[in-house]
Each structure stands twice: as structure tokens, then as C-alpha cells.
């Protein structure tokens, strides 16, 4: 059969020769001209190819219709709110008329019941008056008459003392609050001495007091005095509770730098209001400028708003409830096989899935992570093959906890090795159980013992010896306990008891990313709840996608992927990476703004990054929110390893626990930074070297690494950090020198500065001390900071500002005002 030329196949695909010609020689084939032969290599590239752009097309008429179908929806629920916002001031307007007219009947009761009032208090005046003027004529007797009558007596000589006169008894009707009832009034004695007493005391009658309406009375005052008590309560809660509402409802919580606009639309103030802020501030923007996280601090405040700054990862999150009792199904074990380099760890997981993994890799030895699912006699298990450790310690660093059962693999010919004890160190500090796998007892002289004394020393009891952690004894070339190991990882697992919901949204973890030539950007993801389908849009660390492809790992497509279940994700936007979080979102679009975010998110991290250092946890220690101090020990020699780790152990501090993560021989190297990350851990070195790769990691990690050369000076060291007796050292660091040119009186605020920046700059807030003469005649902090008449946040060199000081306002021409801050100096190890 005649072969296809490359003319012949762009004419009956429709396609341009030339274009085709040009398409294959940047993809490295080698072609002179149309009329080439097109060989099986081109015809198979070109077939990818024209898949690739019909699923692109296909993607982009799907994304089309989604659009409109988003648009359609929009203007349905505008319509609807429109709807709903008419109605509803139709209502407010129905219910304000109604109020109206409630309050002014309401105001004609209360004039009428006034007028009624007044009128009964007028009628019940002029009653107590005529009562008043009958008993005044009763008590007026012939002799009070004759004193009111009597000329005054000559000097000489005293009138006699009038006679006493008789009791008057007064019988008469006493009216009290509208209710009549006789009363006896008490006989009224006439005074004896003078006129003037007599009419003062003409008028006095005692009365007896009903104790009934007394007691009412009293009652009622003490009903008022209650009543009033319990409204001020009311009220002063009520004040309370509305200032609280107001404090909740002034924060807003911002996940890094943003644009004004962004700013407007999450506090509710315009963006001109912003804007004029910032240029009062000194600082000029436009709306789609973004601001720095000062900057919007500053904004901020001034309109009387807090900001709380959300970490990337914290960003839309799926809720965690997985549903009711009833949705939970029970769901595979996740087991990582971890252990030293060849001592069979992917030659047991080989002969468990009976394929041949270990054939296809260099050197028989893992060389990228792999997760893999089994069905066993003893039911289904998700396996993740790791490369030692270090990406288990990876994910474990990143906040993805995914693995339920360790395996740990041992050789018994070897028996316990370097990266076996780090491997059991990691393990433990991610708290997940451990189940020993002693390896290779096909080989002659086989013993096992040995293995199981020195897992002994490392706190690693089998139940043989009556520990707690399950082991078996197997060989992955003749599959010689392999059954045993399976049925052991079931029994751990039944009593872990793993559940999850597979109705609600696909939610997992990244296992590994690469970049594939033909698929590009693809990742292995655990699905840890929910199920995973084929067109689900996705959120995944900082990018975003829609899954186009789901296959297991043998390559093979797959619908749909269920909880604890290893599958191969496409269609992603950019490259994730292991550790990340996946879940599942509502639509594509809102998947991309999760992932925007947190890219925004991401940039500002960096610079409130938690520092894991060791005058970090000691001041957990003083304030009590560290309960364990985590250290990481790496020496020089297996005796320096003992006698550290017999010091730290005996040291005792009240409320802490002093832990030792990992000690090992040799330099520090990466995989110690990344489990003193992951666990919030010290590393300690004594004698040794630290690698590149371990500085580049402890940087990146902000992890305190500590080495010293004598162990004196360690054990001296950690017994004073540990008594809280390491502190950080306050230095001043110099800011600048303004000097003083002009002073400034303002009424209310005392006197300004206003000064020339000599040297380096002079900032809001700092510390200032002001010098005349080679003298400090006064100090404080920089409470206003002015540019002409825009407050500003800074002034460099070279420029005029106006300042004021806490505290200090005698300013005069020529003064030197030095700025500095106060920091802390790490104390530093000789």
C-alpha cells in the first residue's frame, strides 16, 4: 500500500499543507516539503492533535452555553429581586399608613384622657378647698376669737395667760382619692403661750391613717422603683449588646492585597471615599490599583473597621459535617508503605496488585510516588508507595493528614537502618499506627529476631513481646506471609472504623503533579469523601480546572471515583502540588474565583508566615498553649545521640512535655527540616554539617535550626531556654534625624514641629528622642505626622514635614529629633 503524502492528508482533513508542514517541524518531526510522506509517527501526532482541538472546541461551546445559561439566570433572579424589592415597598409604604394612622389615634385618646384627668384633679381641688374652709369655721371657738380680737398688753405689766380652753372634737368627712369615710379626728389642743403660736397651730388636725390604703400606696411606689430598675437593666443591655453587634459587624476579614474596588465592595464604602483617604494619607491610587496590606490597615481604621487576614488555605472551604448516620458507608483503609531504601517496599506492594511496577523503574528502586488500589481476599486497600518518607513528611507539612495505617517494611537481613528509625519518627508524630512487615525470610539463615530487638529500642514493641503493634513476618518474592499482612491491615482498619459519604462533593488531597507532554498538567489525587465525576469543576491549592479525565492507575478511564480512592485528575488550569487540598465547586466559574483569591492570598503570606523558633515556643510556655516541646536532634555520633537524648529526657518542665521527634547520625539534611516544620519542631545539631537543600528548606519553612560545636554549650543552652531564661535582646535601631525649623501653635493640640528630614526617614509611631546641646531634653512617640496638610505615613529624606509628640510640645528652633524602633535581637549560640 502507497503511502500518504502530506498534501494528500491535508486535503481530505480539510486543512491548510503549508500550516501542517509548519506544525510538524516544531514538534521535532522532520519534514522538507508537502510533498513528504507522512509517516505512522506524523499520522499518530496529528490524530492526538486534531483530538485535542475537538476537545477544546467541544470545551469552549460548553462553556459558551454554561455562560448563557449563567446570564439567563442572572437576569431571572434581577427580575425576581426587582420583583421582590417593589413588593416589599409597597408593603413598608401600606404598613407606614397604617402606623400613622394607629399614632394619631392614638395621640386623640391621649388628649381626650388628659382633658378627663384635668378635669377630675380640678373637681377634686375645689373639694379639698371647700372641705378645708368648713373645718377651719368649726375650729374657730369663742376664745381663739377673743385672742384674734385682743389689743396687745401695756409693757409694764403682762395680760394674764388665757384659760385652757376644752378639747374640740371634730366629726367630719374626710375625702381621699374619691373614695368618703368617717374618720374621728383626734381632740386639738389650743396653745397657751401667745397669739402667734396659736395661728400656726390653728390650723393643724390629726387624722388617723387607714393602714390598708397606706399599704397600697407603699406597694405601688415600690412597683414604680422596680419598674424603673429593671428598664434600666434592660437598657444598659440592650446598649450592650447593640455596641457588640457593631463590633462584629466593623470586621471584615481580607485575604491580602487588594484593589480599591475589592476594598469598596467588602466593606460597603465608595471607592471615591477610599481614594480620598488614601491621597489624605499621602498615597496616590486609582480604583483598580492594589494596596498593600499597611495601606489597607490604615484605610481601615480611619473608617472605623478592623481587618482580620484569612490564610490562603482557609479560603472557601468546603464544609467538614459529612452528613447524617445514615449516608455513612464504611470505606477502604489508606495504607503508606514506608521503610528503608531496598528493602522491598514496592516488591510487596507488586506482588499484592500482581502487576509489574518494579520492572519499568530505574535502578528497582521508586522513583515517583504512587498510589494504588488492591482488592485482596480480605477486601479493598488503597496503597501509597512513597520514596522513603519525605513525601509523606511533605503532605503531612502542608496540613494533608491521608493516611490511616503505616506498613513499615524491614529487611531481616539488614534490620533496622537509617531511614527505618526516621520512618518510624515520622509516623509517630503524625499519630497514625503502625503495622511491621518484616521482609526477604525467603533468604537462608533467616532471622527475625534481630529485627524485632532493635525495633524494641525504638520504642516499636511487636505484640510478640507483648507490645501493641501487629507484625508479620513475609517475603515478597514467594509471597510468603503476604495473606497475614492483608488480613492485619484489615483488623487495624476495622478498628479505626472508616467512614465516609459518598453523596455529597468530591473532596481528597494531591499525591503527586506532574506535567504531562500530551495531557499536560495532572495530578494524583486521594479522594478522601464524596465522589469525584467527569466534568466536576475544582478547586485545588491555588488553581482551579474541570476534571476532563479520570483514570486509575493503570491508565484506564474511569466515571467516577469514590472515598479512598487513588485517580489520575486532568484539566488542570496550572500545576498544583502534593499536599494540596481538592474539593469539588458548584460551577467552573465560582472555582476560579476560589483560586484567584487564593493566588491573592498566597503573595501576602509570606510575610506573616508562623516562625518555628525556639523564643516562639517559649513564650507558648509562659502563656500556656504549648503542651508539648518538639525537638528534632541530629549528632555526630551514636554516643553524643545517647547522651543528649538522656539529658533532654531528664529535664522536667511543669506543664510541658519534652518530646524527641527524631535523633539520627549524620548532617541535617531536607527530610529533618520538613518533619520539624510539620510537627512545629527545634532541630538541634551537635557537631555536624547542614546541607544546601536543608537551608534552603529551613528558610523556606522559617525553621530554628540551632547547631553547636560543644555539647556544653547545647545542654547549657536548652537548660536555660527551657528554665525560660533565653530572651530575645532589645536593641534601638535608628530611623533618622529631623531638625526642627519652625514651631506651630494650634489651638487645642500644642505645639507642632515643623522640621527638615536630615538623614533616613521619619515614620508615624516610631520613637523619638529630641536633643538640644548634645543634651536629651525630652522623648516620646510620633503620635501626628504631617505633609503639608495630608496626614502621611512616612517622610523620607530630604523633605519638609510638621510632627508631634507624646508628651512633649516644648520645642525650639534648632532642635535634633533622633527617630528609632525598638526590636528584638535573636540571642545568638557561639
Known sequence: MARKRIFEYAKQNGLDSKQLVELLRQNGFVVKSHMSVLTPQMEAFLMVKMLDIATIEEEERLLVEEEKREEKERLRREEELRRRAKKRLEEEAKKRREEEEQKKVEEEKRLEEEERRKAEEEEQRKAEQKKRRRIEKLIETPEIKK??????????????????????????????????????????????????????????AIIDIDEEDLQRTVDKTVARITLGARKRVKKKYKKKEKEEKEEVSNLIVLPGPMTVRELSRKSGVSAVDILSKCLELGIIATINQKLDIDTLELVAESFGFKIEWAAPEEIALPEEE??????????????????????????????????????????????????????????????????????????????????????????????????????????????????????????????????????????????????????????????????????????????????????????????????????????????????????????????????????????KPLKEAGPATPVVVTGFAELTEAGDDFFVTPSEKKAKEISLARQEARKGAAATRYKVSLEEMLKSIESGELEQFNIVLKVDTDGSAKTLSDFISSKKVEGVKLEILHAGVGNINESDILLAGASGAVVFGFNVGMEPSAKEAAKRAAVDVRIYKVIYELEEELELALSGMLKPKLVEEKLGVVEVRQVFSIPKQGKIAGCFVLDGLVRRGAKAKVRRADEIVGEGEITSLKRFKNDVKEVSVGYECGLGISGFDDFQQGDLIELYQIVEETAKTK
Open 322 to 555: 459529612e452528613g447524617s448516620e445514615e449516608e455513612l458507608v464504611p470505606r477502604p483503609p489508606v495504607v503508606t508503605i514506608m521503610g528503608h531504601v531496598d528493602h522491598g517496599k514496592t516488591s510487596i506492594l507488586d506482588f499484592i496488585r500482581k502487576s509489574s511496577i518494579v520492572a519499568g523503574e530505574a535502578g528497582a528502586i521508586t522513583q515517583h510516588i504512587g498510589a494504588y488500589q488492591a482488592d485482596t481476599p480480605h477486601g479493598r486497600i488503597t496503597f501509597i508507595d512513597t520514596p522513603g518518607h519525605e513525601a509523606f513528611t511533605a503532605m503531612r507539612a502542608r496540613g494533608a493528614q491521608v493516611t490511616d495505617i503505616v506498613v513499615l517494611v524491614v529487611a531481616q537481613n539488614d534490620g533496622v537502618q537509617l531511614q527505618t528509625i526516621e520512618s518510624i519518627n515520622h509516623a509517630k508524630a503524625a499519630g497514625v499506627p503502625i503495622i511491621v512487615a518484616i521482609n526477604k525470610m525467603d533468604l537462608p539463615g533467616a532471622n527475625a529476631d534481630r529485627v524485632v530487638s532493635e525495633l524494641a529500642k525504638h520504642d516499636v514493641l511487636l505484640e510478640e513481646i507483648g507490645g501493641d503493634v501487629l507484625a508479620s513476618r513475609v517475603s515478597a518474592k514467594t509471597g510468603e506471609g503476604i495473606d497475614g499482612l492483608l488480613e492485619n491491615i484489615m483488623l487495624q482498619a476495622e478498628m479505626l472504623n472508616l467512614r465516609a459519604n459518598p453523596k455529597r462533593a468530591a473532596r481528597g488531597v494531591v499525591i503527586e503533579s506532574r506535567l504531562d507532554r500530551g495531557l499536560g498538567p495532572i495530578a494524583t489525587v486521594l479522594v478522601k469523601t464524596g465522589t469525584l465525576h467527569r466534568g466536576d469543576a475544582f478547586v485545588s491549592g491555588a488553581t482551579s480546572g474541570k476534571v476532563r479525565l479520570l483514570l486509575n492507575e493503570r491508565r
Open 147 to 204: 385672742i384674734k380680737g385682743a389689743a396687745p398688753a401695756a409693757k409694764a405689766e403682762p395680760p394674764p395667760p388665757p384659760k385652757m380652753a376644752e378639747p374640740v372634737v371634730i366629726e367630719g368627712e374626710v375625702e381621699k382619692k374619691g373614695k368618703k369615710k368617717k374618720k374621728k379626728a383626734e381632740p386639738v389642743e389650743l396653745p397657751r403661750k401667745g397669739k402667734r403660736v396659736a395661728r400656726r397651730r390653728r390650723r393643724r
